[in-house]
């Protein structure tokens, strides 16, 4: 149809298509996109174990005292050469998100025997359920699922950390672990390992350590809890070791 049949017909002229504008958006968008990406690497890229921003020793530091690590639980060859500490509490949203980084230490670091991972309860007052959720890890512990019930209770917090029940939230972790119910519950109830996790706090105090997640890599505090600062860190403890 022609445009004065058009106009004749329907009173307005055809719309006119602007020229070479979707090639035009098509490049903006893959422009920004990528520029978006590569902002997104930058900022999560894993610093380099030799780089200057990663926290340090404090000057005449003593070293970690050992002998406290009894008080926390431990995975890993006794001798490894690099130690990772963390003074935490289960119902801390930001240990929640650490707990991803200390999975993967696990996996990456302590089963290949380079790294200790000893994990300490600091429940905080504020947090109603932080005790029992230590005491049931403790419990399942006794069962050899201690770090199965610790990996579980940090991926379902948000379940149970608002509970008036978490005893019965736990005790059904428990019993999807394959624990013995009975015996379970029995600790949870008579708070057998109630001791221990104060024991544990009190190692905190004495170190002065007041917020959680404290994560040590020997004796040097993380200022960024995290993967990236926790593996760049490990690495150079590992290469000065050898």
């Not at 002065?208 to 200022?223: E, F, G």
Request: overall charge neutral.
């Amino acid at each position: 149809m022609g445009e004065a049949k058009r106009r004749k017909q329907t009173g307005a002229p055809s719309p006119k298509q602007p020229k070479g504008r979707k090639p035009l958006v098509l490049l903006l968008t893959l422009v920004i996109g990528a520029a978006a990406l590569a902002g997104l690497y930058f900022v999560t890229k894993p610093p380099a174990p030799s780089s200057g921003s990663l926290p340090v020793a404090a000057p005449n530091a003593d070293e970690f005292p050992a002998i406290v690590d009894q008080y926390g639980v431990s995975i890993g060859d006794e001798n490894a050469p690099v130690v990772v500490r963390e003074f935490a509490d289960y119902q801390c949203p930001a240990c929640a998100r650490f707990a991803e980084a200390s999975q993967r230490l696990k996996q990456e670091y302590v089963r290949s025997g380079k790294v200790r991972f000893v994990y300490f309860d600091l429940p905080l007052r504020q947090h109603d359920n932080a005790m029992p959720a230590a005491l049931a890890a403790r419990c399942a512990g006794d069962q050899d699922q201690y770090w199965v019930m610790h990996e579980k209770l940090y991926a379902a917090q948000s379940e149970w950390s608002g509970s008036n029940d978490p005893t019965a939230t736990f005790t059904r972790y428990a019993n999807d672990l394959g624990l013995e119910e009975r015996r379970f519950r029995r600790c949870m109830e008579t708070e057998l390992h109630r001791e221990a996790v104060e024991q544990s706090q009190q190692v905190a105090v004495q170190l002065r350590v007041a917020s959680t997640p404290t994560v040590m890599v020997d004796n040097i505090q993380l200022t960024r809890p995290g993967w990236g600062q926790l593996s760049a860190v490990v690495e150079r403890e590992l290469a000065n070791a050898e």
